[in-house]
């Protein structure tokens, strides 16, 4: 497994991206792009949901 400090940092990393990709979702909303938006962020929660668990399981 990978150590727990990579992991933290990944972790913050996409928590910062996801942020980011919420406001600018904001901005799209009404327009095509908001689907794409949508769905990344979706997949960010996702990965951040498995980083806790490799957190938990270290």
Do not use: C, W, Y
Request: no cysteine; proline share 2%; hydrophobic share 35%.
């Amino acid at each position: 497994m990978a150590d727990k400090n990579n992991i933290e940092e990944r972790l913050t990393k996409a928590i910062e991206l996801k942020e980011s990709l919420e406001k600018r979702l904001e901005k799209v909303k009404g327009t095509p792009r908001e689907a794409e938006f949508k769905l990344q962020v979706e997949k960010l929660d996702a990965l951040i949901e498995h980083l806790k668990k490799e957190l938990e399981e270290e």
